[in-house]
T-cell receptor, first 109, second 116 residues
Framework: GIQVEQSPPDLILQEGANSTLRCNFS?????LQWFHQNPWGQLINLFY???GTKQNGRLSATTVATERYSLLYISSSQTTDSGVYFC???????????FGKGTRLSVIA | GAGVSQTPSNKVTEKGKYVELRCDPI?????LYWYRQSLGQGPEFLIY????????DSGLPNDRFFAVRPEGSVSTLKIQRTERGDSAVYLC??????????????FGEGSRLTVL
């Protein structure tokens, strides 16, 4: 099945810093989503982005489907950005959403 | 409803007992998914419904796990003879369409199961 690799696995930032999270996948995809899992365990939708670029406030994402990667940019990080960021994909082989192992982000004041 | 609703939010049970977890998807969403998340891991797929039928149950770990969606809306995940290793957060998601072009998936808050 499709493999989803996220990097880095852990990231510590000073409040106000910028960061880039990466998601590599091993096959073509029909769906790619970025989620933020908050400390209470809720998976919050950030982007539905099988291709192209989107922005939402301090967050933006780019997926280059032909090169099989996606990037999540966080600018001017805040302590509330802490948590685990997951990339998840649906491949063209009808496999339901497959998650990467996540990037654990800690933003310190 | 406005979002995916899961009940109970927390369930503590004893080894060997039977457990039911309920999921109410977003109104109009045809596809429904169950995932399981253990501590420190990403969610892992269990089963996917397209309408009333289980289109893919390849993620169910063994025959103690079963799920139904009799009217194409609410789904129940059933676990028989629970074991301590079943302790996890069980997540439900729904999407407007089925595979392969599902549209965006939305997750509920999960049901945390603890087996003593």
């Amino acid at each position: 099945g499709i493999q989803v690799e996220q990097s880095p696995p852990d990231l510590i930032l000073q409040e106000g810093a910028n960061s880039t999270l990466r998601c590599n996948f091993s096959d073509s995809v029909n769906n790619l989503q970025w989620f933020h899992q908050n400390p209470w365990g809720q998976l919050i939708n950030l982007f539905y982005i099988p291709s192209g670029t989107k922005q939402n406030g301090r967050l933006s994402a780019t997926t280059v489907a032909t090169e099989r990667y996606s990037l999540l940019y966080i600018s001017s990080s805040q302590t509330t950005d802490s948590g685990v960021y997951f990339c998840a994909v649906v491949d063209s082989g009808n496999t339901p959403l497959v998650f990467g192992k996540g990037t654990r982000l800690s933003v310190i004041a | 409803g406005a979002g995916v609703s899961q009940t109970p939010s927390n369930k503590v049970t004893e080894k060997g007992k039977y457990v039911e977890l309920r999921c109410d998807p977003i109104s109009g969403h045809t596809a429904l998914y169950w995932y399981r998340q253990s501590l420190g891991q990403g969610p892992e797929f269990l089963i996917y419904f397209q309408g009333t039928g289980a289109a893919d149950d390849s993620g169910l770990p063994n025959d103690r796990f079963f799920a139904v969606r009799p009217e194409g809306s609410v789904s129940t995940l059933k676990i028989q003879r629970t074991e301590r290793g079943d302790s996890a957060v069980y997540l439900c998601a729904s999407s407007p369409y089925g595979l392969p072009n599902t549209g965006e998936l939305f997750f509920g808050e999960g049901s945390r199961l603890t087996v003593l």
